[in-house]
């Protein structure tokens, strides 16, 4: 239930990835200019690429320069008020809070559970919150995989629910997708406290644990080359 994730060829520490979040975050909503937001942006790009989830970073980039395109010629945009006003808005949000999101997807995909609670024992961080943090993070995995469980089950069953029948037919679609995956997310959920309890993350005494978590030369590279990258493209920016 809580397998470890094996590091790839480039492993940052967990703490340091929490902090490039936080860095991200605070800075995407900082109204500088459109070429500082999009540097900040380009920030979990980087990251998705180095974990290799290409089409991840495709995805998300193609989506962060799209908003961006729309926030530039907001003015120009001649159509109906509330359409404009829709996209607009729908740009601005894409533009400031995906970045935030796309750091969250790599952190939960990269990091193992025991990586991630030896990080934050090494941080001293409250028991009361490293239960609910172990139950997160194999939540969202869990979910799809139980997710491609219900289709491989159902369409054993000749039952193939694709968007064409699900438009078609969505109380079908409900019946035979959407209502098991709900019970399984309950289901879930318990299971995944239990086995955290299980293994006495409760338990307020110290922990061992077989992960090695610590700073290294590669942790020091990426935040002093992310400080370095963003500095710069402010300076540049604000200058011109």
């Known amino acids: 239930m809580f397998d470890h994730i094996k590091p790839k060829n480039f492993h940052l520490d967990p703490r340091t990835k929490l902090l490039l979040i936080v860095v991200i975050a605070t800075l995407e909503l900082a109204d500088v200019n459109i070429w500082f937001t999009v540097a900040v942006g380009t920030v979990p790009a980087l ?3 180095s974990n290799r989830q290409f089409l991840g970073a495709v995805k998300y980039y193609a989506l962060f320069l799209l908003a961006a395109f729309i926030h530039v010629h907001r ?5 109906n008020m509330f359409m404009n006003m829709f996209v607009v808005l729908l740009g601005a949000l894409v533009l ?7 750091c969250a997807d790599y952190i939960i995909k990269s990091t193992g559970v025991s990586e991630m609670i030896a990080a934050f024992n090494k941080m001293k961080v409250s028991r009361k919150f490293l239960i609910p943090l172990s139950v997160m993070f194999r939540f969202a995995p869990t ?17 193939v629910i694709t968007r064409r029948k699900f438009w078609k037919n969505p109380l079908q679609a409900i019946e035979y997708r959407l209502v098991p995956l709900m019970i399984s997310i309950a289901n879930i959920g318990d299971d995944l406290s239990a086995a955290a309890l299980s293994r006495g ?3 307020p005494v110290r922990h061992s644990n077989y992960t ?3 700073f290294t030369r590669r942790d020091f590279l990426v ?3 992310v400080f370095v990258f963003l500095t710069s493209v402010f300076l540049i920016s604000t200058n011109v």
């Open 47 to 49: 990251l998705f690429i």
């Open 75 to 79: 003015v120009e945009v001649q159509i």
């Open 96 to 102: 400031k809070l995906s970045p935030a999101f796309a």
């Open 143 to 159: 979910i799809s995989q139980e997710r491609h469980s219900i289709h491989d089950a159902a369409a054993m069953r000749g039952i």
């Open 201 to 203: 993350l409760d338990n």
């Open 212 to 214: 090695d978590v610590r």
């Open 223 to 225: 935040v002093t080359s």
